[in-house]
Nanobody, 125 residues
Framework: QVQLVESGGGLVQAGDSLRLSCAASGRTLSWYYVGWFRQAPGKERDIVAGITWGGGNTYYANSVKGRFTISRDNTKNTVYLQMNSLKPEDTGVYYC??????????????????WGQGTQVTVSS
């Protein structure tokens, strides 16, 4: 079992930056792929970024490429999402998630087993 806690959300203006953190306990994150997801009001939860266990490979949704950066510090058992040039359409609840299986890149949201409680990001225009 792994517990994930997101932090760093808030209310910002368009163009501002935020850094989200996903801290894990109960299991080392260093063996696991970690994804950041966003759920906008009235929409499904979609992945925005992901990072492999060693940090060598990353994934970004087209909507955030060039603006968001995912990184990890395995010594702190924490994954980060640096969000720059925020837009109103980035508004939503952001979740981090981890699959049950180590050293596995999930094919979709259905393959993530552990989720944090989410942190709200609101970007005003």
């Amino acid at each position: 079992q792994v517990q994930l806690v997101e932090s760093g959300g808030g209310l910002v203006q368009a163009g501002d930056s935020l850094r989200l953190s996903c801290a894990a306990s109960g299991r080392t994150l260093s063996w696991y792929y970690v994804g950041w997801f966003r759920q906008a009001p009235g929409k499904e939860r979609d992945i925005v970024a992901g990072i492999t266990w060693g940090g060598g490979n990353t994934y970004y949704a087209n909507s955030v490429k060039g603006r968001f950066t995912i990184s990890r510090d395995n010594t702190k058992n924490t994954v980060y999402l640096q969000m720059n040039s925020l837009k109103p359409e980035d508004t939503g609840v952001y979740y981090c998630a981890v699959p049950r299986t180590s050293f596995k890149v999930p094919l979709g949201g259905f393959e993530y087993d552990y989720w944090g409680q989410g942190t709200q990001v609101t970007v005003s225009s």
